[in-house]
């Protein structure tokens, strides 16, 4: 079993920047891959970016250049930096691990961005 934590999400102005981190119950280093969704008010959940456990990330198109993500394997944590934001980066957004060919998601953390 796996359990993930999300933390970090908040109230921010549009062109803010937030840090969510994702706190995993066991060494990430055993995870095939970490990272994050975005679920918008309404629509269905989406990727926002991956990270192997050999370093190598995935973004969603739209976001490169905006969000990193990053991992910390001595604090079994991966990151997702968010930067520039914008109204539309409203939403739950997810921690993701792959763990033996499961999935496991943790519940959430919201971030609203005001115009």
């Known amino acids: 079993q796996v359990q993930l934590v999300e933390s970090g999400g908040g109230l921010v102005q549009a062109g803010g920047s937030l840090r969510l981190s994702c706190v995993a119950s066991?060494?990430?280093?055993?995870?095939?891959?970490m990272g994050w969704y975005h679920q918008a008010p309404g629509k269905q959940r989406e990727l926002v970016a991956l990270i192997s456990s050999g370093g190598g990330t995935k973004y969603e198109d739209s976001l490169k250049g905006r969000f990193t993500i990053s991992r910390d394997n001595a604090k079994n944590t991966v990151y997702l930096q968010m930067n520039s934001l914008k109204p539309e980066d409203t939403g739950v957004y997810y921690c993701?691990?792959?763990?033996?060919?499961?999935?496991?998601w943790g519940l959430g953390t919201q971030v609203t961005v005001s115009s």
């Open positions: 993701y691990a792959d763990y033996l060919a499961y999935d496991y």
């Open positions: 066991r060494s990430i280093t055993t995870f095939n891959t």
